[in-house]
């Protein structure tokens, strides 16, 4: 065989090779598409890593990433083997309830508390607040430091919702430290490494008590103490 028509064969082969080669890693690249789905129905920060986890075993899923102030999360994924609606079909088997798009994540709201409670925000930023100020006299005082994103917050939310239904005298300050790097952080919860943080004070205007973590029992304890006629 002439030595240019073998040339020539040698050339086309490996131009048959170079397409096919071509054409497989055409069909083997899959497109990733970026997309946030706005979460309700979490009680915690820990719902939210919860979703995390779900949503990493989705096949086809590459990253995923819990916003705790938002209440989003934002996923990677392959197009040609999953959906959006496949992921909030999988946050949807797990309790919660999930939205395309940024901007509609929630928390679970608080108790609603009634306009014959004696309940105040003193702080829904982090910003600073002089708590002396706002002690009430004939009244056991709660500053309650807390963040929607924490859990135990919640659970220390009810208890005081209980006695203020059945105690007037109890006059709740909300302040939301919102994370851990604001202004009233660093006021009062220097030597603090967890919430929920209660700082309680007597009828008198006396210091009484400060309570750090989810000590439920404690709280009830310190509240039913400080209530009692002899207080008065």
């Given at each position: 065989m002439p030595i240019a028509r073998i040339t020539i064969l040698y050339a086309a082969l490996l131009m048959t090779f170079a397409g096919c080669s071509q054409q497989t890693?055409?069909?083997?690249?899959k497109s990733t598409k970026t997309t946030t789905l706005s979460l309700r129905g979490l009680t915690c920060e820990g719902c939210g890593a919860r979703v995390v986890r779900v949503l990493k075993m989705q096949k086809g899923v590459r990253t995923a990433t819990f916003?705790?102030?938002?209440?989003?999360?934002?996923?990677s994924y392959e197009q040609q083997t999953t959906s959006e609606a496949a992921m909030i079909k999988k946050v949807k088997g797990i309790g919660f309830e999930a939205f395309s798009g940024p901007g509609k994540g929630a928390y679970k709201p608080p108790p609603t508390y009634s306009k014959e409670m004696d309940v105040k925000w003193l702080?829904?930023?982090?910003?600073?607040?002089?708590?002396?100020k706002h002690i009430v006299k004939?009244?056991?005082?709660?500053?309650?430091?807390?963040?929607?994103?924490c859990g135990?917050?919640?659970?220390?939310?009810?208890?005081?919702?209980?006695?203020?239904?059945?105690?007037?005298?109890?006059a709740l300050r909300k302040i939301n430290v919102v994370?851990?790097?604001?202004?009233?952080?660093?006021?009062?919860?220097?030597?603090?490494?967890?919430?929920?943080?209660?700082?309680?004070?007597?009828?008198?205007?006396?210091?009484?008590?400060?309570?750090?973590g989810r000590e439920l029992e404690e709280v009830k304890k310190t509240l039913s103490t400080l209530l009692k006629p002899s207080q008065k």
């Open positions: 890693q055409v069909r083997t690249t916003d705790k102030h938002k209440v989003e999360v934002t996923l702080s829904k930023k982090g910003e600073r607040v002089d708590i002396s004939g009244k056991v005082t709660v500053f309650d430091f807390y963040a929607v994103w135990p917050c919640k659970d220390v939310d009810h208890v005081l919702f209980q006695q203020l239904k059945t105690h007037k005298d109890i994370d851990w790097d604001r202004p009233v952080v660093k006021q009062y919860m220097s030597n603090v490494s967890k919430l929920p943080f209660l700082i309680i004070y007597d009828k008198q205007g006396n210091k009484a008590k400060t309570i750090v």
